[in-house]
């Protein structure tokens, strides 16, 4: 069975840009959810995504937003970019909200500029 | 909201010994605590998990124990080999909704 996948892999912007990161979940997963770790870090909670719902935000600024399709992929989205936000985001699936484990997929690298 | 602390940040071990890692949890309402390896250039892995209903968890040369009174869990890997070389990172949740990392700990196996 295939993994999580995540879309691009690498990512170079510069600061005032948007960008948008793809996330597709295990097969059968129907929640996503949304992490940034910056270098030497533990990954930090963004978003959770259930069944297309925002189940659960982390302490992060309007500027992160995210979206689950009917398909259960997600996209994460980060507007006005700061140098702050180079980091490698994390998509996780997840077979149901709760009672199971999260999988994380390969992660894209966002260099801001 | 959740706190998790994990030590040592680096931890170096002659190959065959063994390796601890600690962490501690600030929430008494988490249930759920996974342990995490991370590659250069990947993803966390999953390696073993303990829900608080179990106070030890065994998987080939890894174990992971909980003791919920003082808020505290272990990873312990025997006999390490190469490979074991890695992040690792501990976490808590609540019913897997939101996962609260430690900063990592960088394991060195030693030839």
């Known amino acids: 069975d295939a993994g999580v996948t995540q879309s691009p892999t690498h990512l170079i912007k510069t600061r005032g840009q948007h960008v948008t990161l793809r996330c597709s979940p295990i097969s059968g997963h129907k929640s996503v959810s949304w992490y940034q770790q910056v270098l030497g870090q533990g990954p930090q909670f963004i978003f959770q995504?259930?069944?297309?719902?925002?189940?659960g935000r982390g302490n992060f600024p309007d500027r992160f937003s995210a979206r689950q399709f009917p398909n259960y992929s997600s996209e994460l989205n980060v507007n006005a970019l700061l140098l702050g936000d180079s980091a490698l985001y994390l998509c996780a699936s997840m077979r149901t909200r709760s009672t199971d484990t999260q999988y994380f997929g390969p992660g894209t690298r966002l260099t801001v500029l | 909201g959740e706190n998790v602390e994990q030590h040592p940040s680096t931890l170096s071990v002659q190959e065959g010994d063994s390796a601890v890692i600690k962490c501690t949890y600030s929430?008494?309402?988490?249930?759920?605590f996974p342990w995490y390896k991370q590659e250069l250039g990947k993803g966390p892995q999953l390696i073993i998990d303990?829900?608080?209903?179990?106070g030890e968890k065994k998987d080939q040369r890894i174990a992971v124990t909980l003791n919920k009174t003082a808020k505290h869990f272990s990873l312990h890997i025997t006999e390490t080999q190469p490979e074991d070389s890695a992040v690792y990172f501990c976490a808590a949740s609540i019913e897997d909704d939101k996962i609260i990392f430690g900063k990592g700990t960088r394991l060195h196996i030693l030839p």
């Open positions: 303990i829900r608080s209903n179990v």
């Open positions: 995504y259930y069944e297309k719902e925002e189940r």
């Open positions: 929430d008494s309402a988490s249930n759920y």
